[in-house]
Antibody
Framework: EVQLVQSGAEGKKPGESLRISCKGS????????IIWVRQMPGKGLEWMGR????????NYSPSFQGHVTISADKSINTAYLQWSSLKASDTAMYYC??????????????WGQGSLVTVSS | DIQMTQSPSSLSASVGDRVTITCRAS??????LNWLQQKPGQAPKLLIH???TVQSGVPSRFSGSGSGTEFTLTISSLQLEDFATYYC??????????FGQGTKLEI
């Protein structure tokens, strides 16, 4: 069974660093991109960026470039999203998802359960 | 970058109704269109991809159509468990994909 299991909720102060994780199981982790998505409280879904775990190549949305870092360790089937200096505006739920290349499109078939990040002084 | 515009942003309906949600792309995206369902407190769930391919395990009352710039999600006979927020997602412009703003389906 394919699963993406994310790390738990985090409470941090502005300026602190943080890394959250997304562990894949039940499939060849290096074979599929991992996507990160933000959902601010009461708001919609936002595309943050992606990583190819086979070579750790990344792309970021311009809205998130330079503020977050996406990485992966394929030896332990885990992708990461990290901040070096959190802001209150980073308070959100963060989801990872698996991207599948289909015959006619690409799609996000499995999602993690979400990691809630709260940043408050 | 490609913008995705969903309509309506919210919709009131009743059990048994047929409902349609529309998503328009700012430029052609061929059939690179996913529909996702999100219930409160849950992660999004894939319903449809390639504009019209229903994901395994999704009830047959869900269907999708369209190509190019205009797409629709139709629920043929609403059930209580279908009240949720629905998002479209374009996966044409690799690697930066774009979500629609969401449609909240309420009783």
């Amino acid at each position: 069974e394919v699963q993406l299991v994310q790390s738990g909720a985090e409470g941090k102060k502005p300026g602190e660093s943080l890394r959250i994780s997304c562990k894949g199981s039940g499939y060849t982790f290096a074979g599929y991109w991992i996507i990160w998505v933000r959902q601010m409280p009461g708001k919609g879904l936002e595309w943050m960026g992606r990583i190819d775990p086979s070579d750790s190549y990344t792309n970021y949305s311009p809205s998130f470039q330079g503020h977050v870092t996406i990485s992966a360790d394929k030896s332990i089937n885990t992708a990461y999203l990290q901040w070096s200096s959190l802001k209150a505006s980073d308070t959100a739920m963060y989801y990872c998802a698996r991207r599948v290349p289909g015959p006619r499109d690409y799609y996000l078939d499995y999602w993690g359960q979400g990691s809630l990040v709260t940043v408050s002084s | 970058d490609i913008q995705m515009t969903q309509s309506p942003s919210s919709l009131s309906a009743s059990v048994g109704d047929r409902v349609t949600i529309t998503c328009r792309a700012s430029q052609t995206i061929d059939s690179y269109l996913n529909w996702l369902q999100q219930k409160p407190g849950q992660a999004p769930k894939l319903l449809i991809h390639a504009a019209s391919t229903v994901q395994s395990g999704v009830p047959s009352r869900f269907s999708g159509s369209g190509s190019g710039t205009e797409f629709t999600l139709t629920i043929s006979s609403l059930q209580l468990e279908d009240f949720a927020t629905y998002y479209c997602l374009q996966t044409y412009s690799t690697p930066e994909y774009t979500f629609g703003q969401g449609t909240k389906l309420e009783i």
